[in-house]
């Protein structure tokens, strides 16, 4: 079988340092690896069907005939979401033993989701991202500290198991206030940096002010960041802040980026991923199957991020395709007077706008007579309020002249709201498009 025969030569590949195991797994043709992520569905599939009681009920309900299903696009209407994750608890995935758990709440509940795992899978993870970081050139004699939250995150987790395959120096911080992590930090001379993208902004403005020391790249996980943000990080730091894109369900691995910034190298040895809902772009919403998970495998995951898949060669060389940037989270795309309207929307009209790092976030309401956006932004100087308002009615102006007409036949209203720095975020995620009008009618059904 081609099949089994890929398997062992990624087997032996991933127990190789990095840098042959990235040889040995780009000389694979891409039909190899299709073949191979054809038997570990059929595999997963069969494991779910079996062991979850989820699985095995909704399979019926569905009325799937498993023998006829080699790719998930095949099982047509069905999908698992992060609500029948929370409606059902995580016990009714569980297909083996766990050894470990991990929660998230996300930007839209307070609900957690809970997701399981085994050692044998934590080190198999870490083996697969220790070879994107040996691509971003971590190496054995680089010194690692990391701020990245430990409590009830994957993250932490994953970046540890995959330090033991590169055998880099690491401390690990946790999220502290960046201010003390700043002072603590240097004694340990660290010149690669992890943590999530807001708190990475904090500790780089404090960095500008007292001053950086040389470092070779930052990394970024946990949300999303501006363009505009990551450029001043890098240019305080002198150095490159990488992305990378997971969720506590897939397991924090879905991509990184390589060196060229454009888009997450997708992990294909380990998902099936789909775009679904796609509009005329390309873009909908990122379905993610497991292939490898022997604990609580997910099939057609909706991970409610709104990108594209990237099927044309990176300029970096690197066999593996890419994810688009993550456009929004599909439950903060909003219909509305506007227009149709994302994070991404509002990102590039206060682009120029804001100091970076500062938050920000919009809030579509009804008056009875239209539909008002109230944006609110973080601001160093409450009095700048009028320059705010006026650079984001220029920034419509130029860049969304068809959400431009709709304000000038006043389909609807904008207003800009000021706020300190620091006041807008509560939790560790911030929900950056709030549909009030759509609350208001889900609390009448
Ligand atoms: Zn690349």
Redesign the pocket.
């Given at each position: 079988m081609l099949s089994k025969t890929i398997e062992q030569v990624e087997r032996i590949a991933l127990r190789m340092e990095p840098r042959r195991a990235i040889g040995l797994l780009s000389s694979l043709p891409s039909s190899a690896i299709e073949a191979m992520q054809r038997a570990r569905f059929r595999r997963t599939l069969r494991l779910a069907a079996t062991r979850s009681s989820f699985y095995r009920e909704q399979f019926k309900r569905y009325g799937i005939n498993l023998r006829k299903i080699e790719h998930p696009s095949q099982l047509g209407d069905f999908f698992t979401t992060g609500e029948d994750l929370r409606a059902h608890g995580a016990e009714e995935f569980l297909t083996g033993h766990a050894d470990t758990a991990f929660e998230t709440t996300g930007t839209t509940s307070h609900v957690v989701k809970r997701a399981f795992f085994s050692q044998k899978e934590i080190n198999e993870i870490g083996r697969t991202s220790a070879l994107a970081l040996h691509l971003l050139c971590l190496r054995r004699e680089d010194r690692v500290l990391s701020a990245f939250d430990c409590s009830f995150w994957i993250s932490p987790v994953v970046v540890r198991s995959a330090f033991q395959y590169i055998n880099c120096f690491h401390v690990e911080a946790g999220k502290i206030e960046p201010l003390e992590f700043y002072e603590r930090a240097r004694f340990y001379r660290p010149n690669v940096i992890f943590g999530e993208p807001s708190w990475m902004v904090r500790l780089s403005e404090i960095a500008e002010a007292r001053g950086a020391w040389p470092m070779k790249f930052l990394f970024a996980g946990g949300e999303n960041i501006t363009e505009t943000a990551r450029y001043m990080v890098e240019r305080v730091w002198s150095a490159p802040l990488y992305l990378n894109y997971g969720q506590t369900e897939s397991f924090g691995a879905i991509g990184v980026e390589?060196?060229?910034k454009?888009g997450y190298?997708r992990n294909d040895l380990n998902f099936i991923f789909e775009v679904v809902d796609e509009d005329e772009e390309g873009y909908g919403e990122l379905v993610y199957t497991t292939l490898t998970r022997d604990v609580m495998p997910l099939i057609r995951y909706r991970s409610t991020d709104i990108t594209r898949l990237v099927d044309e060669p990176?300029?970096?060389g690197?066999f593996a395709k890419?994810i688009g940037k993550i456009r929004a989270r599909a439950d903060e795309m909003v219909v509305c007077g506007m227009g149709n309207v994302g994070p991404w929307v509002f990102a590039e009209i206060l682009s120029d706008a804001l100091a970076p790092g500062a938050d920000w976030q919009a809030v579509i309401k009804n008056d009875g007579r239209r539909d008002v956006i109230e944006l609110s932004v973080e601001l160093e100087d409450l009095r700048h309020q009028g320059e705010i308002e006026n650079r984001v009615r220029a920034n419509l102006r130029e860049r969304f002249a068809d959400f431009w007409r709709n304000h000038e036949m006043k389909l609807y209203d904008l207003k800009v709201n000021v706020f300190a720095r620091g006041s807008l975020r509560g939790g560790r995620k911030l929900q950056r498009v709030v549909d009030e009008r759509q609350m208001l009618m889900r609390r009448v059904v």
């Open positions: 390589c060196k060229q454009n190298h990176c300029a970096c690197l890419r």
